[in-house]
């Protein structure tokens, strides 16, 4: 079965550019999260969805920072404009919740954001 | 608010000793999950165990045991006869049911376990 898909694996751009990330869930988990890690802040929550419903971005740096999950399948993470602040590997992470309960996280390869 | 402290920054041990990672937990709620996770060099996060606020029972996989302990909110790691394969940088996480079960990670300790 496919696990938790991202790309891009790697990006590079410059400072002021739109950056797009993508993440497609594993089939069948409700609940997909956004996480960013950095040495200096280690593994920061910046969005989770339910159901395809945003339910906490109180994470989210500030509103350079957009999450959309139109669907079951897919999801963006979308930084505009990127400031090399944002450099930090980005990880899609899915779950499948049940009557009240919570599962592991399946996290994605990540993508390698740098902002020159 | 829900906080997860992992203390040891890093920890470095020779192959074949013991080492334990701590994992402490702050929460209001009754119901809540905690978990460990590795993520060894290659950058993957990999789920190593999910345990319920009304399971205190501890338990043993292999070379790994969990020690969970409601009444000092812990819930720490053992890893028995270390081998340099453990090498890795190990997260702690809750998840809470009030959050809507959002699941967030303590700093993580990196251990290197050395031939």
Redesign the interface.
Known sequence: DAGVIQSPRHEVTEMGQEVTLRCKPISGHN?L?W?RQTMMR??E?LI?F?NNVP??DSGMPEDRFSAKMPNASFSTLKIQPSEPRDSA?Y?C?S?L?QG????????G??SRLTVL | AQKVTQAQTEISVVEKEDVTLDCVYETRDTTYYLFWYKQPPSGELVFLIRRNSFDEQNEISGRYSWNFQKSTSSFNFTITASQVVDSAVYFCALSESTGGFKTIFGAGTRLFVKA
């Open positions: 609940s999260f996480y280690g593994l929550l989770y339910n339910i906490d590997v990880f992470a779950s919740g009240g309960t919570t599962g592991e996280l399946f996290f390869e990540g």
